[in-house]
Each structure stands twice: as C-alpha cells, then as structure tokens.
C-alpha cells in the first residue's frame, strides 16, 4: 500500500510560480512512476506531467509544455511539480498518483491515462488569480 500525500497549493497571481510536493509512505518509492493530474471547476481529470521511475523520463500535457517541471527525490520520497508563469486555466485541484511498483510504461498515451494509476492522493488546490 502507498499513501500520497500533496502539499504546496495555494493562491497565487497570474504568472507566478508554485512547487507542488507529493510525499509517498513505503520503501518501494524508487520503483514506482508518478503522474500529476488536475481537476478544473466543471472539466474532467486530466493528466499534467509524470515522471518514469526507471530513467526519470518526464512526460508533459501540451497546456503545461515549457511552464512546468517534474522531478524526484527518491531519498525523501517525493515528486516535485514546479509550475511557472502560471495563468487562470491552471486553476484546479492537483493530484498525484502512483503507479504499482515495478511497473514499465512505454508509450505516453498510456503514461497520460489515469487507468494506468493504482494510488492517489487527495489533492491540493491551486487558484489563480487575473
């Protein structure tokens, strides 16, 4: 079982910054690939960025494409999503979710897919302001 916890939402003006940290319990964290999705007021869930666990590759939704990183430090247990120069339609609550340990994902379209997550963690919301 892994527990994702998020931290770092908040207010913030259009184009500022904010770090998103998802925290993880268990000791199979190096293994396990991690996405970022949001939640706007009255869209559906969708994927933002996601890092493999293998490699560290980094994936990207075109809206946040060149605005956002994604990192990890496996010795804390933890992701970090770096969003600048951000703008109203990031307004959302944000997600981290985990896949099972020891998972391979080649292709983006299933990395992108919220189908591919076994854990999730409550979110934390993020508002931006004109």
């Known amino acids: 079982q892994v527990q994702l916890v998020e931290s770092g939402g908040g207010l913030v003006q259009a184009g500022g910054s904010l770090r998103l940290s998802c925290a993880a319990s268990g000791d199979t964290f190096s293994r396990i690939s991690v996405g970022w999705f949001r939640q706007g007021p009255g869209k559906e869930r969708e994927f933002v960025a996601g890092i493999r666990w293998y490699g560290s590759t980094t994936f990207f939704a075109d809206s946040v494409k060149g605005r956002c990183t994604i990192s990890r430090d496996n010795a804390k247990n933890t992701v970090y999503l770096q969003m600048n120069i951000l703008n109203t339609e990031d307004t959302a609550v944000y997600y981290c979710?985990?896949?099972?340990?020891?998972?391979?994902?080649?292709?983006?379209?299933?990395?992108?897919?919220?189908?591919?997550?076994?854990?999730w963690g409550q979110g934390t919301q993020v508002t931006v302001s004109s």
């Open positions: 979710a985990a896949a099972s340990p020891g998972t391979y994902v080649s292709a983006v379209s299933i990395f992108s897919s919220p189908g591919m997550y076994r854990y």
